[in-house]
């Protein structure tokens, strides 16, 4: 009877510990760990790779916060970036929902490499420089800290440059441009419409343009100057 009494007394006494680590009603708490907080990144910049064929996106460093527990249920992680485009982000939100519900927000410093090849200068050129294919030659480096890289000769062909760069330097889209097809001081021709009716009157620039951007003319004929939207080379048009 005795030896049978211990025995009760050492399963019961288990079971009772066991019993006292979760009160009666409350849920149990999952964690989630450092591993698990940087393979929902990982996949995060993998999705985000493959919506920019032409780079590669990869983690240089993860300063990963401490693990933490979530109630039980349906876990969901997002990830939002610093800058929208993701390049150039140095650090990341990430969201922890349960069951729908924002349980945990956390910001992790990231940094982050943006691996492409893209255009630089073949040799030092300087400003007004009309570009060609033997000025510029593709090379494979970090993006993350340019704003407008770019990634093929043809963007560049034709286009003068607004800055002076020097060998090796990249080239960006902010500082190239084609050159004007009107300049200061050129005679045009103005075609004018509206009401059904069409005219053309000569004039003279007041400033360079090129298609699409609006320059001042002065009506050579009652010497007024007009707002004229570039239209081609010695072509300018104005609505009335």
Known sequence: MKTLLILMLMITIPLCAVAGLQKPGQSAEVVIDRQEMEQVLNDYLAAESGQLPQVELRFSKIDLP?????????????VIPANPMVIGSRRMTLLTRVDGEIVKNQSVRVDLEAMAEILVARSSLRRGTLLSAEDVELRYQDISRLGEPIFAGGQVAGKVLKRSVRLGEPLEQHQVEYPPVIKRGEKVTINASGSGLQLTAAGEAREDGRPGETIRVVNSSSHKEVLCLVVAPGMVKVEF
């Open 66 to 78: 401490e693990p933490f527990k979530v109630p039980q249920g349906r876990i969901e992680h997002q």
